[in-house]
């Protein structure tokens, strides 16, 4: 299996080394040459897999169409490694939880930072470890994070053999308990810059630093952002996990609401739906920061200025820039690297928008590929969370109840759908308190963890600060 650039660079790589890469070298992101093929024989097969041998086993045989160029028996054992009951409460890894008939939740939040980002975030960590010490080599990782990749990634990748991580988050916008979460960590290879601005302001410092190749080589930054193929990926069995969770048979159909914000949950769903996962439909939630939202309504994407991105209760969907988004635009286009080229290298630079409106492929984004999309405020959200737990006893973050709210609103007669569940309530206890009148369930683990010390560098958003930082502390 080999890798190309979204926009258009000659190279093809293998898996492993755009495992340890991030961004292609001109700046776009790596997709498969092709999307593999999943018939009905072997959806069947997979299906009894999941069924006699757990989601490990699942993540093998999805992984293994991907990477071969990690031996069958050590992506095998990697995967058994990451996916465990122990790590993520329970032996299905993601049950599913009906609240009525054909409307379910995914729970993806079960793993050691009670977020979705877990689930892809820990097999990077072992893939990670495994890679470098098969080269003997370093690697530094940059990245930013709007709440939970920061603290998936440290928790994956503390005590690592040869990764150092240098997080960037933007300074007093995440919850107490995102923050507390990342920054009581005392790991040496463990690094949290807090950048005096909003999270696209961290997005750009890390997709200048990895743009600039020889400083890149030089410190040999890698990226655990979801601009990594590696971490999409991961992303992909859960949709299979999902599908056959909430189905009895190949032959149905079932639609995923995904609350989005840089939009590699949902491209997962893309991914696996062009592998031939029969997914009904992929139904997109944003917040009141709704660049998603407008482009699959009107085929504009338009990115927001730091002062037009709002500060919301689902803090992780504040983002005005969806770094994933040139994946799925890639495909929309028929594959055609030079017009994506144009479209995010070009024109989001030069006017900070472009328009696919009048273009006869943007109405494929919704016959061919299944998307549609809406979007949530914060009255919406504590009315889904109120209405959620008074029918159902069941309590459920601010970011799941965007994807509630926009499923409902979406759904048509007769359809399946599986909304993902993205992090628990007790993440984001200021908002549950004011739908509910009560706190969240805290896990043990967590009980006084806002009191903790904290190891934090605040600085402005600067590339070339972060990048003596990292020069300073690339070797400690």
């Known amino acids: 299996m080999l890798y190309l650039s979204t926009r258009g660079h000659p190279d093809r790589k293998r898996f492993c080394e755009i495992l340890l890469e991030g961004l292609a070298p001109d700046g776009g992101l790596y997709l ?25 086993a699942l993540a093998f045989e999805v992984l293994s169409l991907y990477i071969d160029d990690i031996p069958a028996a050590d992506l095998k054992a990697i995967c058994a490694r990451t996916y465990t009951a122990e790590v993520f409460g329970s032996a299905a890894i993601v049950p599913l939880t009906k609240l009525e008939d054909g409307f379910s939740l995914e729970a993806l939040s079960n793993g050691p930072t009670l977020a979705f980002k877990d689930m892809a975030m820990q097999l990077l960590g072992n893939l990670f470890e495994y890679e470098l010490g098969r080269r003997g080599a370093e690697l530094n990782i940059l990245g930013a994070t709007s709440g939970d990749t920061g603290s998936a990634a440290e928790y994956a990748m503390r005590g690592k053999q040869g990764v150092r991580v240098f997080m960037l988050s933007p300074h007093g916008r995440m919850s107490p308990f995102q923050q507390a979460q990342m920054f009581s960590l005392m790991d040496a290879n463990i690094h949290n810059i807090a950048v005096e601005g909003v999270f696209d302001d961290c997005q750009d410092i890390v997709k200048a630093v990895s743009n600039d190749l020889d400083f890149k080589r030089q410190y040999k930054i890698g990226t655990v952002n979801s ?68 482009f699959f309504r009107t085929g504009t994407y338009r990115v927001r200025g730091s002062a037009d991105t709002y500060e919301t209760s689902s ?3 504040d983002i005005s820039k969806a770094s994933n988004f040139e994946r799925f635009v890639f495909d929309l286009l028929g594959r055609d690297a030079a017009r994506t080229k144009q479209l995010f290298d070009d024109g989001l630079h030069q006017q900070g928008r472009f328009d696919l409106g009048t273009d006869p492929l943007f109405a494929q984004a919704a016959s061919r590929y299944g998307f549609v999309s809406g979007k949530s405020t ?95 502390h690339c070797h400690a």
């Open 315 to 317: 803090p992780s969907m």
């Open 378 to 472: 914060h009255a919406d959200r504590l009315a889904t969370i109120q209405d959620t737990f008074e029918r159902f006893g069941v309590m459920i973050d601010t970011h799941t109840a965007d994807g509630v709210k926009v499923a409902r609103e979406r759904r048509q007669p007769g359809e399946t759908v599986v909304v993902l569940e993205t992090a628990l309530p007790i993440k984001f206890a200021e908002t549950i308190r004011e739908a509910l009148g009560r706190d969240p369930e805290r896990p043990a683990k967590f009980e006084g963890i806002e009191a903790l010390p904290k190891r934090v560098q605040v600085m402005r958003a600067d590339v070339a600060a972060v990048k003596r930082y990292i020069g300073d």
């Open 32 to 56: 498969p040459e092709v999307y593999p093929q999943v018939d009905a024989a072997t959806l069947a097969r997979w299906r009894a897999v999941l069924a006699d041998q757990g989601y490990a």
């Open 227 to 294: 601009i990594n193929w590696a971490r999409l990926l991961a992303q992909v069995v859960y949709y299979f996990a999902g599908y056959f969770y909430a189905t009895r048979s190949n032959d149905q159909k079932v639609s995923f609401a995904v609350p989005s914000g840089n939009f590699g949950n949902v491209c997962a769903g893309h991914v696996a739906r062009q592998m031939g996962l029969p997914i009904g439909r992929l139904i997109v939630a944003t917040n009141e920061n709704d660049v998603l939202d407008e």
